[in-house]
């Protein structure tokens, strides 16, 4: 099972311009999904502390899915650029620092997603030379690697065996490790944005998704989806 994390990056220039400000200013965050679900959590309680430390002299502003546009790459063209300087990123990030494909990988992390979170905001890990400039390179800082929890698939017909996945056209991340992985199961990978799947779930031009269990539920695809697949049991 794929355990799907969140690298939250900042522009090298925000996060100077940032710390050497002392007046009231706004930072401005953008998300990859929608109010109610994870990443909007994790963003509402960094807004609280950030305001409370800086006794209301910084205010966060929340940019959820839609509020920039809906293409992954404007928003992270828009956090490399300083436009947006705070944003997360998951796996379509993929195409703008191709390192990132390796929090793609599946059954490579511990099933205890506290224990994943150590690991992975681990010094050793986080803050390698390694990991650190091949976001640098790009305009990027990854501050925080955060887990959604584990991805589940859905289909409209039961999976019980690799064969049950042949020609499979399933809804995968624009990431070409995600795309070769799920060749490799057989399936027929495609890459549809976020705010258009449910329609092509509904409307059969995608016959399956992969999610964290929250996004099924948040975006509503159980609506158009019959069986929901833990790749793990």
């Given at each position: ?6 690298v939250?990056?900042?522009?090298a220039?925000?996060?100077v311009?940032?710390?050497?400000t ?6 401005r ?11 909007y ?10 305001e ?7 205010t966060?502003?929340l940019?959820p899915?839609g509020?920039?546009?809906?293409s992954y ?7 490399q ?7 997360f ?9 191709p ?5 793609s ?10 224990e ?6 681990s ?6 030379d390694a ?12 501050l925080a ?7 589940v ?6 999976i ?10 399933i809804?995968v ?6 795309r070769?992985?799920y ?17 092509a779930l509904q ?6 998704n ?6 099924h539920?948040?975006?509503g695809?159980?609506e158009?989806q ?8």
């Amino acid at each position: 099972m794929q355990l799907r994390n969140i690298v939250l990056s900042i522009t090298a220039l925000g996060l100077v311009g940032v710390a050497s400000t002392a007046s009231a200013d706004t930072w401005r965050f953008g998300l990859e999904e929608t109010e109610g679900s994870v990443q909007y959590g994790y963003a509402e309680e960094f807004k609280k502390l950030i305001e409370e430390k800086s006794d209301g002299d910084i205010t966060v502003e929340l940019l959820p899915y839609g509020s920039w546009g809906s293409s992954y790459s404007a928003l992270y063209d828009a956090i490399q650029s300083g436009a947006i300087p705070l944003g997360f990123g998951s796996g379509f990030l993929g195409g703008t620092v191709p390192e990132s494909q390796l929090m793609s990988l599946n059954f490579v992390m511990p099933n205890d997603q506290l224990e994943t979170a150590e690991i992975l905001n681990s010094d050793d890990f986080l803050k390698s030379d390694a990991w650190q400039e091949s976001f640098r390179e790009r305009g990027l800082v990854p501050l925080a690697t955060l887990p959604e929890g584990y991805q589940v698939w859905t289909a409209n017909k039961e999976i019980r065996t690799p064969e049950d996945m042949e020609n499979l056209q399933i809804r995968v991340m624009d990431n070409s490790l995600l795309r070769s992985t799920y060749e490799a199961y057989g399936t027929s990978p495609i890459t549809i944005a976020y705010g258009e799947l449910y329609s092509a779930l509904q409307q059969g031009q995608a016959e399956g998704n992969i999610q964290p269990v929250f996004a099924h539920e948040n975006m509503g695809f159980y609506e158009v989806q019959d069986y929901m697949i833990f790749a793990d049991q």
